[in-house]
């Protein structure tokens, strides 16, 4: 899963490249605000169904899969058409709200428009996730990216500004279809029907998913809305261009803990297991994510201007940039408890974590942003998952004593001590192309610390 998110990962950059060089900073920013409209819009109407049918699905004998899988598939079904109704009902208002005139409305309408198939893809994508379906997943992540620039590059450079919403909802068919393929050898005959009780425990737990991921899409929406009302669409640009690095490029990590380690951690026979799984994949997680992240924290300059453009419109991505960087490590180190709460904790504690997160993220750049500028909405963004964290490692020892050990807390605490000191250490290099010294250190001793710890793995597995 990982390196399939590479490709969606090249692919994704390759997209947004065009767009700058077609339409700047401005261009960029439209992308992001109609990814945000239809992220919200799908996170609304698809009801958590992505993460609650892998819950559901996973957690269930072989015997009672079908009738689980029917009920998945008769919410999804329904979920979707609600996601298309939403969209027609919403991008008007919506539109007029952020950019105060109709001329990217019909943009706004045919982004939003990827919603229903965002929707239809979780709920397929749920069924093959639940059974363990990696191989065809992955598959499905390339055979997207692929498809996706082929179609998609010639509408933006044929269109330029008003073909980015096209090629995003291309990018969302794809997906919808290939995933259906892989999947419905999986669904059961037409005779098992949804049992009420079945869809009416995906609609309880999905509330709660729903929640949480409307929070953080509309706080996410709000930053772009003040940056745009503040600074123009430029500047939404340049944040969507950080964003998009930050939260892209360690993107392989994050994809393995949701596809593999969800399932395995909801399926944990007790409390010591899933223990185990949790601190298992923060070691992981950091090991992998280092060196990217040390990488953008040093040279975020010179990955601005090769992964966008060498233009100084897109210099003020680069201090939010580093901003987020801190952030997305705070995540690499929080995000399998957020997993664990969710896999084995309650809807409340999940909501209220998840809450205060978006809440911090999506009100304080109204007060950074006019004192700081652009880089205030970065600093919003550090200060969100800094809650995340602390709140998360209440609730867990709260729940479960005491769910990471002096030895992961040590590995989260020298990972945060090798990104500054390559800060440190690329400064007193002269900056620039120099950094790639200890980037590529941090990368040696990580990359040789993982493989002894895999073959520790496999030789305690051939001894078992």
Not at 74 to 88: C, F, K, S, V
Not at 137 to 161: D, E, R, S
């Amino acid at each position: 899963m990982g390196g399939a998110s590479v490709a969606t990962l090249v692919a994704g950059f390759v997209r947004s490249k065009v767009i700058a060089w077609v339409a700047g900073p401005a261009g960029v920013g439209l992308m992001g605000i109609c990814t945000g409209f239809s992220g919200n819009v799908s996170t609304f109407a698809g009801w958590g169904l992505g993460t609650s049918g892998v819950r559901v699905i996973a957690g269930a004998e072989e015997s009672a899969r079908p009738g689980k899988i029917a009920a998945v598939r008769a919410l999804g079904r329904l979920l979707a058409w609600l996601g298309a109704a939403l969209t027609l009902l919403l991008f008007w208002p919506v539109g007029w709200l952020t950019f105060a005139s109709t001329d990217y409305m019909l943009d706004l309408l045919i982004g939003g428009l990827a919603a229903p198939l965002v929707i239809a893809t979780a709920m397929w994508t749920a069924i093959l996730q639940a059974h363990g379906r990696l191989k065809q997943l992955a598959f499905t992540q390339v055979a997207t990216a692929v498809g996706a620039l082929a179609v998609g590059l010639p509408l933006i450079a044929g269109l330029g500004l008003h073909g980015i919403a096209p090629s995003l909802l291309v990018a969302a068919a794809i997906p919808a279809f290939f995933t259906w393929r892989q999947a419905r050898a999986l669904v059961p005959p037409s005779t098992i029907p949804a049992e009420r009780a079945e869809v009416a425990l995906l609609v309880r737990l999905g509330g709660a998913l729903m929640l949480v991921g409307l929070l953080s899409q509309v706080a996410a929406y709000a930053v772009r809305l003040l940056l745009i009302r503040e600074q123009g669409l430029a500047a939404a640009g340049n944040y969507q261009a950080a964003l998009s690095i930050a939260g892209s490029l360690p993107g392989f990590v994050f994809a393995a803990m949701g596809t593999d380690f969800f399932p395995r951690v909801a399926a944990a026979r007790n409390e010591a297991e899933a223990k185990s799984l949790v601190e298992k994949q923060i070691q992981a997680g950091l090991l992998l994510a280092l060196p990217l992240l040390a990488l953008l924290l040093v040279m975020g300059r010179e990955c601005i201007h090769l992964l966008y453009k060498d233009d100084p419109q897109f210099d003020g991505a680069i201090e939010v940039l580093g901003w987020m960087i801190w952030g997305v490590f705070l995540r690499v180190v929080s995000w399998p408890m957020g997993f664990w709460l969710l896999a084995r904790g309650s809807s409340f504690a999940v909501v209220l974590v998840e809450g205060i997160a978006a809440l911090t993220m999506g009100i304080l750049p109204w007060f950074f942003v006019p004192h700081y500028g652009l880089a205030g909405a970065g600093m919003a963004f550090f200060a969100g998952y800094l809650a995340y964290l602390v709140l998360m490692l209440g609730i867990s020892r709260r729940r479960a004593g005491v769910l990471l050990d002096r030895f992961t807390l040590l590995i989260s605490l020298a990972g945060a001590g090798a990104l500054w000191l390559a800060k440190l250490a690329a400064a007193g290099l002269g900056g620039g192309w120099y950094g790639l010294i200890p980037v590529g250190a941090i990368a040696f001793v990580c990359g040789g610390i993982y493989v002894r710890v895999l073959a520790r793995e496999r030789t305690s597995v051939n001894e078992v």
